[in-house]
T-cell receptor, first 111, second 111 residues
Framework: DAKTTQPTSMDCAEGRAANLPCNHSTISGNEYVYWYRQIHSQGPQYIIHGLKNNETNEMASLIITEDRKSSTLILPHATLRDTAVYYCIVRRGGRDDKIIFGKGTRLHILP | DVKVTQSSRYLVKRTGEKVFLECVQDMDHENMFWYRQDPGLGLRLIYFSYDVKMKEKGDIPEGYSVSREKKERFSLILESASTNQTSMYLC??????????FGDGTRLSIL
């Protein structure tokens, strides 16, 4: 699987949009970009994924650049409950495709 | 919403005991996974299953076994618990090529 690079930590004010970047310059054509987050002492939570088009769901939006070498996860109105470690990964999918998290971005939402 | 339920959030056992960790998913997913998560080592795949009665070894299967008698249930068994198996255990499920959804984890301590 392609490697990803994320900032170690970020701060965002409550109520503002949180924009989390991810670089994946070696992504292959058949690999998807996935985002998960993990709140302290809980299991990882799936957020969103995409191949090349921008995606939006009830939790977040995913913007993927045209060359697919980077992406941004957007939490439109951050709340204190969004404080977590956010992981960006790229994977082919499929039944034997294990999840490997990097170090992720520790997002602090400030009141 | 996808629901992956792990039988215990916290568990304390003694060395040499046989330990059972249970996981149930309610979305009729084909694939189920067991990971352990340790500080500094990230997420590591123990076993996975892509069908009833089918199982495949992950990266660290030694000391563990699994059972999948029904589609919705995937059990992890520590045959003879040892202190180095103290960890956070995470179960996940996914449809054929879709995202993996995780349970809240079982924090297992072996004394």
């Amino acid at each position: 699987d392609a490697k990803t690079t994320q900032p170690t930590s970020m701060d965002c004010a409550e109520g503002r949009a949180a924009n989390l970047p991810c670089n994946h310059s070696t992504i292959s054509g058949n690999e998807y970009v996935y985002w998960y987050r993990q709140i302290h002492s809980q299991g990882p939570q799936y957020i969103i994924h995409g191949l090349k088009n921008n995606e939006t769901n009830e939790m977040a939006s995913l913007i993927i650049t045209e060359d697919r070498k980077s992406s941004t996860l957007i939490l439109p109105h951050a709340t204190l409950r969004d404080t977590a470690v956010y992981y960006c990964i790229v994977r082919r999918g499929g039944r034997d495709d294990k999840i490997i998290f990097g170090k992720g971005t520790r997002l602090h939402i400030l009141p | 919403d996808v629901k992956v339920t792990q039988s215990s959030r916290y568990l304390v056992k003694r060395t040499g005991e046989k330990v059972f960790l249970e996981c149930v998913q309610d979305m009729d997913h084909e694939n189920m996974f067991w990971y352990r998560q340790d500080p500094g080592l990230g997420l590591r795949l123990i076993y996975f299953s892509y069908d009833v009665k089918m199982k495949e070894k992950g990266d660290i299967p030694e000391g563990y076994s699994v059972s999948r008698e029904k589609k919705e249930r995937f059990s992890l068994i520590l045959e003879s618990a040892s202190t180095n198996q103290t960890s956070m255990y995470l179960c996940a499920s996914s449809p054929g090529f879709g995202p993996q959804h995780f349970g809240d984890g079982t924090r297992l301590s072996i004394l």
